[in-house]
Nanobody
Framework: QVQLVESGGGLVQAGGSLRLSCVAS????????MGWYRQAPGKQRELVAR???????NYADSVKGRFTISRDNAKSTVYLQMNTLKPEDTAVYYC???????????????WGQGTLVTVFS
């Protein structure tokens, strides 16, 4: 079973930066996709950014130019560098991965427990 553990959330003033990390552990044949979602109070969970194993990325329009997603395949880790943070970025950020597991061979979606990012003005 694959587990995701996030770290790096916290309290930051508007205009500041934070870096989130998410490490995947457990038995996986491969991890084709890793990404970050967020959920603000009273809102639905939304995609922030995701990255494939070959480095292809896509971002929500609201974070383009401010956030950068990257991954270290050797460490099964995905990062989210968040710059020029705004109060509207306040949310619980969740790591997500699509992993391929064996016995039986299949793709499964896995979620982390979430990490809170609070941006104050």
């Amino acid at each position: 079973q694959v587990q995701l553990v996030e770290s790096g959330g916290g309290l930051v003033q508007a205009g500041g930066s934070l870096r989130l990390s998410c490490v995947a552990s457990g038995s996986a044949v491969s991890i084709p996709n890793m990404g970050w979602y967020r959920q603000a109070p009273g809102k639905q969970r939304e995609l922030v950014a995701r990255v494939t194993s070959d480095g292809s990325t896509n971002y929500a329009d609201s974070v383009k130019g401010r956030f950068t997603i990257s991954r270290d395949n050797a460490k099964s880790t995905v990062y989210l560098q968040m710059n020029t943070l705004k109060p509207e970025d306040t949310a619980v950020y969740y790591c997500n991965a699509v992993v391929v597991v064996a016995s039986p061979y299949r793709s499964v979606g896995v979620w982390g427990q979430g990490t809170l990012v609070t941006v104050f003005s």
